[in-house]
């Protein structure tokens, strides 16, 4: 069984910037494929970024050139560095991951491990 276990989240001004790190065990994340949602409150849960076993990335265009992805497989962690943030980023942010793909997927649904969260609040 995978755990994932996210950290990083916090308050931050409008223009700041956090990073969020994913630490899993159970199992190498070099064999998993990684991805990072959001939900704000009284919305659905939003794809914002993800990451393959080669570290191909993709993001979400309202995070593009703000937000990266990135993974060091040697510390079992992905990350999400988040910068420019803007007060519509508040959110709690979920880590997910399953195992490698050949391609990446922003369904939430095709992610089997799941971590409890990190709220990140962008004050204006």
């Known amino acids: 069984q995978v755990q994932l276990v996210e950290s990083g989240g916090g308050l931050v001004q409008a223009g700041g910037s956090l990073r969020l790190s994913c630490a899993a065990s159970g199992r190498t994340f070099s064999s998993l494929d990684a991805g990072w949602f959001r939900q704000a409150p009284g919305k659905e849960r939003e794809f914002v970024a993800a990451i393959r076993w080669d570290s191909n990335t993709y993001v979400t265009d309202s995070v593009k050139g703000r937000f990266t992805m990135s993974r060091d497989n040697a510390k079992n962690t992905v990350y999400l560095q988040m910068n420019s943030l803007k007060p519509e980023d508040t959110a709690v942010y979920y880590c997910?991951?399953?195992?490698?793909?050949?391609?990446?997927?922003?369904?939430?649904?095709?992610?089997?491990?799941w971590g409890q969260g990190t709220q990140v609040t962008v004050s204006s």
């Open positions: 997910a991951a399953r195992p490698n793909r050949p391609l990446i997927t922003t369904r939430a649904r095709d992610y089997a491990y």
